[in-house]
């Protein structure tokens, strides 16, 4: 019986588009579905850990609109994938997650690798349930792949349980759009502002046209949130740079006499406090999940119309050039931070000046994104690729491996810590193995960076927070990949003029002095 359960959840993913599996299986039914995930004509992606797979399912999801599945075995699989649909969820980015599990008909007798695995996801996804062989097991899938994808898209797990009895998966939760009178307030308020500035969040990425139309139209600086990078495109004269909820945009911010918030998401700002005291319009397709950002008046529907109804004049407060002025300040005030000698401001510098147009550049967690971020010339959105909802480490990996598999040809350069690289070492063999166009850049200074900068005394001291050396690039080069070490500007120079279309690994070896003044200048 459990064959054509398979075959459903094969072909119900195969329906919604999408052409790729990920999983890392156990030798339970996940291998029937990765038979007839194949014999349905997907391919079949083995990864090195259920995590990874998650996070690579749910950037391809992300990627091609077409929700991605993972699989995973029962007990420690499941247990393993949690990180990877916490990322899903709190990044916005649409998975299904399937796992075996001890069929609900021998729940009594066996007690090995049992726990209640959908109490375990019920907190890191938007629905955790049962994928049971019953008459309305294809509707299941279709209805769980649908509630991944809808905004905000997230995780969505399964155990796949042949015996089980049947479960309905809750249609996606719809906030009644906002009325005309809140519609016209917003309108009035936005039509009256002076000097607006927009800060414009994920929820914004898939409307990019019709946002940057309205913004367009009303003229003001624009600051995105990490995800949102490249909705106005590098060199724009309105683009601002990021919200990064720190310093760095404050000055922007102060001189605003109204904040008008677009897709965005409260899941995304750094905890910091609020400091501007001006009224905020918030624009989104969702309800706020949080208060971060105190919101005057919330504007909630579809958000092409709010956009035509709600931004209807031009604002006469800036200068056209405004947002690139403030762009313009934030980085010489990051670049003014460098110490000299081999840091991340100038590999990044190096890696900016060489990748091939079109690029996908993917991040991870640590002191090197805020070397990254600020400088990363996107033009378009999701050409860069950031946990930030979760922010967590190990995601800049999988995540270019799902770039590349989701953009064929692509070059994708992936940029990494040495600890969030360490975490995800074993997925170098899959970028060898399936020969993709990525270039790893490991920022490699043998510490959690991130967290030394915060250390103060009596916290363990720098023993707590340092590795010893290890040479990544020698790692590298035996599981397949060309590798090279750089030490200096020229060198990476040189390994960067060419080589984006084939896999190699670049260690850099930089100091990090420079990152207590840059956390400072951004974050305040
Ligand atoms: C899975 C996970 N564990 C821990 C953290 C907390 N954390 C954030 S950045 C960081 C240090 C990252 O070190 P590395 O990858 O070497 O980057 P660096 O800060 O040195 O640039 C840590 C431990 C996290 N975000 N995610
Ligand atoms: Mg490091």
């Given at each position: 019986m459990s064959d054509g359960l398979a075959q459903i959840l094969a072909d119900g993913v195969r329906a919604r588009g999408a052409d790729i599996v990920f999983g890392f299986p156990g030798g339970g039914p996940n291998l029937e579905v990765v038979g007839a995930a194949v014999g349905a004509g997907l391919k079949f992606v083995l990864t090195h850990g259920e995590t990874t797979a998650c996070m690579m399912a749910g950037t391809y999801g992300l990627l091609t609109g077409r929700p991605g599945l993972a699989i995973a075995t029962r007990g420690p699989g499941a247990a393993c994938a949690v990180n990877g649909a916490a990322q899903a969820t709190l990044d916005r980015f649409p998975l299904l997650v399937v796992t075996d599990c001890v069929p609900s008909a021998h729940r009594d007798e066996f007690g090995h690798q049992r726990f209640d695995q959908q109490q375990l996801f019920t907190p890191v996804t938007k629905w955790s349930g049962r994928l049971a062989q019953t008459p309305r097991a294809a509707d299941v899938v279709r209805d769980a792949l649908d509630l991944a994808a809808a905004r905000p898209a997230g995780a969505v797990h399964m155990d796949y349980d042949p015996t089980g009895t049947e479960m309905e998966v809750p249609s996606a939760a719809t906030v009644p759009p906002s009325s005309d009178d809140v519609i016209e307030t917003a309108e009035q308020m936005i039509h009256n502002a002076s000097r607006p500035v927009a800060i414009v969040g994920l929820g914004a990425i898939d409307d990019a046209p019709a946002v940057r139309a309205a913004l367009e139209r009303l003229g003001c600086p624009v600051l995105t949130t990490y995800q949102a990078i490249g909705l106005l495109p590098e060199g724009h004269p309105q683009q601002a740079g990021l919200f990064t909820s720190g310093r760095i945009e404050s000055s922007l911010l102060f001189e605003a006499d109204l904040v008008v918030a677009v897709g965005f998401d409260q899941v995304e700002p750094m905890p910091t406090s609020w400091r501007y005291d001006v009224p905020v319009v918030s624009i989104s397709e969702v309800a706020a999940?949080?208060?971060?950002?105190?919101?005057?008046v919330e504007v909630i529907g579809e958000l092409g119309t709010l956009l035509e109804r709600t931004i209807t004049t031009r604002c006469s407060?800036?200068?056209?050039?405004a947002g690139a002025h403030a762009l313009a300040d934030a980085r010489a005030a990051l670049a003014a931070t460098a110490t000299g000698g081999f840091g991340p401001l100038e590999l990044v510098e190096a890696i900016v000046d060489a990748v091939p147009q079109g690029t996908i550049a993917t991040v991870d967690a640590g002191a090197h994104f805020l070397a990254i971020m600020p400088f990363w010339p996107a033009v378009v959105p999701l050409q860069v690729l950031i946990s930030?909802?979760?922010?967590?480490?190990?995601f800049a990996v999988p995540a270019a491996i799902a770039a590349a598999l989701a953009r064929p040809g692509t070059p994708v350069v992936c940029m990494v810590g040495d600890g969030g690289l360490a975490m995800t070492l074993a997925e170098l063999e899959t970028i060898a193995r399936l020969r993709l166009p990525i270039t790893v850049v490991v920022f490699d200074d043998a510490a959690l960076s991130l967290i030394e900068v915060k250390q103060k005394p009596g916290?363990?001291?720098?023993g707590a927070v340092r590795f010893g050396p290890v040479d990544y690039a020698q790692v590298a080069a035996a599981m397949g990949l060309s590798s090279a070490v750089i030490t200096s500007t020229s060198e990476a120079a040189k390994v960067f003029a060419g080589g984006w279309d084939a896999p190699r690994l670049v260690d850099a070896r930089i100091d990090p002095a420079t990152y207590a003044r840059l956390i400072e200048v951004t974050r305040g």
């Open positions: 999940c949080a208060t971060l950002m105190p919101i005057s407060g800036w200068q056209p050039e930030n909802g979760l922010a967590t480490m190990g916290q363990g001291g720098t």
